[in-house]
C-alpha cells in the first residue's frame, strides 16, 4: 500500500481495506505494547480484542509466498512486538492469565508481520 511508486501495486478495494485494517492493529498492537512496557499501571489488557484482530491475519499469513524482501515497516513493528512481550511476560509473571494471553498474541502478531514479503502481484 505504501512505499515507492514504481514497487506499489494496483490493488482491488478489498485488498486495501485489509491493508488498512492491518496497519490499524499494528498500530493499536503497538500503543497498547509500549503502554504495558512504559506505564503498565490501571491499564486493561486487550486480550479479546487483540485475539480477534490477529487470528484472522496469522490464518492468512498461513499460504504467503516466501520469495522477495522482508519490507522494514513489518519488521520493525515484529521486533517491537516480541521484545515487548517478552518483557511484559517477565514483568506481570505466570499468574496473570491475561496478561500471558495478551503476550502470546503479540508473539504470533510478531510472527505473522515477520512473515510479510514485498512481491508485485501479477498484472
Given at each position: 500500500m505504501f512505499g515507492p511508486r514504481g514497487e506499489r501495486a494496483s490493488l482491488s478495494l478489498s485488498m486495501k481495506c485489509l491493508g488498512l485494517a492491518l496497519i490499524v492493529t499494528a498500530l493499536?498492537?503497538?500503543?497498547?505494547a509500549l503502554g504495558f512496557v512504559f506505564d503498565p499501571r490501571y491499564r486493561d489488557f486487550p486480550y479479546a480484542?487483540?485475539?480477534m484482530a490477529v487470528v484472522p491475519f496469522a490464518t492468512l499469513m498461513l499460504n504467503r509466498p516466501q520469495a522477495g524482501r522482508r519490507?522494514?515497516?513489518e519488521a520493525v513493528f515484529a521486533g517491537l512486538?516480541?521484545?515487548?512481550?517478552?518483557?511484559?511476560?517477565?514483568n506481570e509473571g505466570r499468574d496473570n492469565w491475561q496478561s500471558l494471553w495478551t503476550?502470546?498474541?503479540?508473539?504470533?502478531?510478531?510472527?505473522?508481520?515477520?512473515?510479510?514479503?514485498?512481491?508485485?502481484?501479477?498484472?
Amino acid at each position: 500500500m505504501f512505499g515507492p511508486r514504481g514497487e506499489r501495486a494496483s490493488l482491488s478495494l478489498s485488498m486495501k481495506c485489509l491493508g488498512l485494517a492491518l496497519i490499524v492493529t499494528a498500530l493499536i498492537a503497538s500503543e497498547t505494547a509500549l503502554g504495558f512496557v512504559f506505564d503498565p499501571r490501571y491499564r486493561d489488557f486487550p486480550y479479546a480484542a487483540l485475539t480477534m484482530a490477529v487470528v484472522p491475519f496469522a490464518t492468512l499469513m498461513l499460504n504467503r509466498p516466501q520469495a522477495g524482501r522482508r519490507p522494514i515497516a513489518e519488521a520493525v513493528f515484529a521486533g517491537l512486538l516480541a521484545g515487548s512481550a517478552v518483557y511484559i511476560g517477565l514483568n506481570e509473571g505466570r499468574d496473570n492469565w491475561q496478561s500471558l494471553w495478551t503476550c502470546a498474541i503479540y508473539l504470533l502478531f510478531a510472527v505473522t508481520l515477520w512473515q510479510a514479503r514485498a512481491v508485485q502481484s501479477p498484472k
